[in-house]
Nanobody, 123 residues
Framework: QLQLVESGGGLVQPGGSLRLSCATS????????IGWFRQAPGKEREGVSC????????YYADSVKGRFTISRDYARNTVYLQMNSLKPEDTAIYYC????????????????WGQGTQVTVSS
């Protein structure tokens, strides 16, 4: 059974860093696109960063370019989102999602989702 489990969220001050983890199981990570999405209260879910299958192409939302980095650890079947220079507007629930041979960073294109982890950036 395909599973995605996020961890690493929490409360951090502006300018701080967090690393989110998405532990995957039940499928071959190389064959799946993995995306990080976020949803703030009253807002639509948006793509933050996505990595196509085999990690061939990465995508970053303009709002996080230069601050966030997505990476894969195939030995641990885990995908990370390193978040630096965090801002209050980064506050949201962060989800990881998977799609077989996926090529986009659109939430509607991802079939499998984790439960989410809360990130709060506040002083």
């Amino acid at each position: 059974q395909l599973q995605l489990v996020e961890s690493g969220g929490g409360l951090v001050q502006p300018g701080g860093s967090l690393r989110l983890s998405c532990a995957t199981s039940g499928f071959t990570l190389e064959h799946y696109a993995i995306g990080w999405f976020r949803q703030a209260p009253g807002k639509e879910r948006e793509g933050v960063s996505c990595s196509t299958s085999s990690g061939g192409t990465t995508y970053y939302a303009d709002s996080v370019k230069g601050r966030f980095t997505i990476s894969r650890d195939y030995a641990r079947n885990t995908v990370y989102l390193q978040m630096n220079s965090l801002k209050p507007e980064d506050t949201a629930i962060y989800y990881c999602a998977a799609e077989v041979l996926g090529r986009t960073c659109q939430a509607a294109d991802y079939a499998y989702w984790g439960q989410g982890t809360q990130v709060t950036v506040s002083s």
